[in-house]
Nanobody
C-alpha cells in the first residue's frame, strides 16, 4: 500500500524558512520521480517542484526558483522541500505526489502559513 506522509509545516514569519519532509512507503522509492504541489485557499493545486528518480535533475515553478530546493534521500525513502525567503503568498497546503504505475498518489498535505 502506497503511503506518502508529509511533515514539517507550520507558521513562519515572512522571510523565514521551513523544511518539509515526505516519508514514502509501499513502493520502490528509488524508481519513481517525486513532486511537491501546493494549494492555496480558493486556488487550484499547482506544481511546486519535482525531482527525478535518481535525484539528478530537478524542476521548479518560476515563482519558487532560487527560494525552494527539492531533494531526496534514498536511504530514508524521503523527499524534502527546503523553503527559504518565504512570502505570505506561499501560504498553502503542501502535498507530496508520486505517479506510480498509472496511479496518482498523494499525501494528506501539510499546512504552511506565512504571516507576521
Amino acid at each position: 500500500q502506497v503511503q506518502l506522509v508529509e511533515s514539517g509545516g507550520g507558521l513562519v514569519q515572512p522571510g523565514g524558512s521551513l523544511r518539509l519532509s515526505c516519508a514514502a512507503s509501499g513502493f520502490s522509492f528509488s524508481k519513481f520521480a517525486m513532486s511537491w504541489y501546493r494549494q492555496a485557499p480558493g486556488k487550484e493545486r499547482e506544481l511546486v517542484a519535482a525531482i527525478t528518480s535518481a535525484g539528478d535533475s530537478t524542476h521548479y515553478a518560476d515563482s519558487m526558483k532560487g527560494r525552494f530546493t527539492i531533494s531526496r534521500d534514498k536511504a530514508k525513502n524521503t523527499v524534502y522541500l527546503q523553503m527559504n525567503s518565504l512570502e505570505p503568498e506561499d501560504t498553502a497546503v503542501y502535498y507530496c505526489y508520486a505517479g506510480i504505475e498509472l496511479r496518482n498518489c498523494w499525501g494528506q498535505g501539510t499546512q504552511v502559513t506565512v504571516s507576521s
